[in-house]
Structure formats: structure tokens, C-alpha cells
């Protein structure tokens, strides 16, 4: 991978307790028939194709079925104001799972135009 982010993580959904989902490896279902989920990213330090990301925050808001695993998910990104293009950018791709890793397990999972950008 040509990137590496060191931060903190949070995540927040409407299920009634703890998330099943992440909880089970997207094998149980949500509490509801939708699951609206917030993940949240701090970069305390990070560079992604030699671009320092540091002190940058991005969120993804997905609304997914009751089975995450089923697909058709819909995703947002919010990317931090103070970022430029070019962080926005390479951080977009981090997280548009366009650069291997954690989130482009779940890009398969997305229904058509994933992303849209604010800030």
C-alpha cells in the first residue's frame, strides 16, 4: 500500500446497543431494516503517494440494508474543510477503497456513485 494513517476512529450507527455488524463481521443483521452508520477519522499523522494527510479529519455515512453483507450500500464522505485538493484527493482514494486496505472491502458493497464530496 502507498499509505499509511495513524489516528483515532469512531463509529456510531442506530442500532439499539453495539453494532451487530462490525461486531459479527457484517454476518448479523442490524437492528433495523436500514443500518445508518457514521465512521469517523482523525489523521493525528499520515502521508498517502507521499502526501502528508496529518491533522486532517474525514467521515462516512453509509445507509445500508438490514444485512450489510447483502450490498446496495449508499456512501457519503466528508472531507475535512482544511484540506486541499490534493489531500482531498488522495484521502478520497484512501477511502473510496481505489487503494487497497480495509475500505475497499466494503467499495464492493456500494450501489452505484458511491462518493460525493463537501467542505
Known amino acids: 500500500m502507498a ?14 446497543v453495539v453494532c451487530p455488524c462490525s461486531a459479527s463481521s457484517l454476518t448479523l443483521p442490524a437492528d ?15 502521508k498517502v503517494d507521499g502526501v502528508d494527510v496529518s491533522n486532517l479529519t474525514v467521515a462516512v455515512l453509509a445507509d445500508t440494508p438490514g444485512m ?4 446496495k ?6 472531507m ?3 484540506a486541499s485538493k490534493q489531500q ?3 484521502l478520497g482514494a484512501v477511502f473510496a477503497g481505489q487503494m487497497g486496505g480495509p475500505m475497499a472491502v466494503l467499495a464492493g458493497l456500494n450501489h452505484s456513485a458511491p462518493f460525493s464530496w463537501a467542505g
Open 68 to 71: 450489510m453483507y447483502d450490498g
Open 32 to 46: 433495523n431494516d436500514r443500518c445508518r452508520v457514521v465512521l469517523a477519522f482523525h489523521v493525528d499523522s499520515g
Open 80 to 82: 475535512d474543510a482544511a
Open 3 to 16: 499509505w499509511q494513517l495513524k489516528g483515532t476512529y469512531f463509529e456510531n450507527c442506530n442500532c439499539n
Open 73 to 78: 450500500w449508499r456512501v457519503g464522505v466528508f
Open 88 to 90: 482531498a484527493e488522495k
